[in-house]
């Protein structure tokens, strides 16, 4: 066990659908990072949140949104859902500062996965 | 072209022999990460390297920032090693926050 926990770990769903996949950073952990790793795609950043603000954006759709709550769980929204969506979405979390220089960068922690299927 | 790029892409290699995995990227980092993923999917981060070298058991991993590349070596391998190496560059923070820039991974099977 990673310390960080998500859910669900298998969903599916249908076009056009909408889902909420939820994590929980380890604790102690204030960033919370999303990341997409599709067959064709491999892995790619989505959103980071550091202390419930938004820190910086990758390749998210517009389709997708995130937040963090003040209890530092995260959601990833996921609407009118695509095949193409279908992918494992990881969330990971670290114990990275608000920006605190250009080398400091914690190891990241990386829940199991939610495996999306869109059907 | 990628920012990041792994090579091999795929390594069969005999229990015991010693892998040797690269990665060469294209930008100015703050940090570039060794990920480890098994096949069931999950995803453990084996070193975070700003400089030089870190050893981790069986475990090395090595960064030449002049030249932008890393390598990653496992040593005296066993089949339990058998995963998808993935090498990942941290963007400086102000450029682009924490955001994570990913190599295509390497497929390693150890045969006992």
């Known amino acids: 066990d990673s310390g960080v926990t998500q859910t669900p770990k298998h969903l599916i769903t249908a076009t056009g659908q909408r889902v909420t996949l939820r994590c929980s950073p380890r604790?102690?952990?204030?960033?919370v990072y999303w990341y997409q790793q599709s067959l064709d795609q491999g892995l790619q950043f989505l959103i980071q949140?550091?202390?419930?603000?938004?820190?910086a954006k990758g390749n998210i759709l517009e389709r997708f949104s995130a937040q963090q709550f003040p209890d530092l769980h995260s959601e990833l929204n996921l609407s009118s859902l695509e095949l193409g969506d279908s992918a494992l979405y990881f969330c990971?979390?670290?114990?990275?500062?608000?920006?605190?220089?250009?080398?400091?960068?914690?190891?990241?922690?990386f829940g199991a996965g939610s495996r999306l299927t869109v059907l | 072209k990628n920012e990041v790029e792994q090579s091999p892409q795929n390594l069969t290699a005999q229990e015991g022999e010693f892998i040797t995995i690269n990665c060469s990227y294209s930008?100015?980092?703050?940090?570039l990460h060794w990920l480890q993923q098994h096949p069931g999917g999950g995803i453990v981060s084996l070193f975070m390297?700003?400089?030089g070298k870190k050893k981790h058991g069986r475990l090395i991993a090595t960064i030449n920032i002049q030249e932008k590349h890393s390598s990653l070596h496992i040593t005296a391998s066993h089949p339990r090693d058998s995963a998808v190496y993935i090498c990942?560059?941290?963007?400086?923070?102000?450029?682009?926050?924490?955001?994570?820039?990913f190599g295509g991974g390497t497929r390693v099977l150890v045969k006992p």
């Open positions: 990971a979390s670290s114990s990275d500062g608000p920006g605190t220089g250009a080398f400091l960068a914690n190891v990241l922690t």
């Open positions: 604790s102690g952990d204030l960033s």
């Open positions: 949140y550091y202390n419930g603000e938004e820190r």
């Open positions: 930008v100015g980092i703050s940090a």
């Open positions: 390297l700003s400089s």
């Open positions: 990942a560059v941290r963007l400086p923070v102000r450029a682009a926050g924490n955001k994570l820039t």
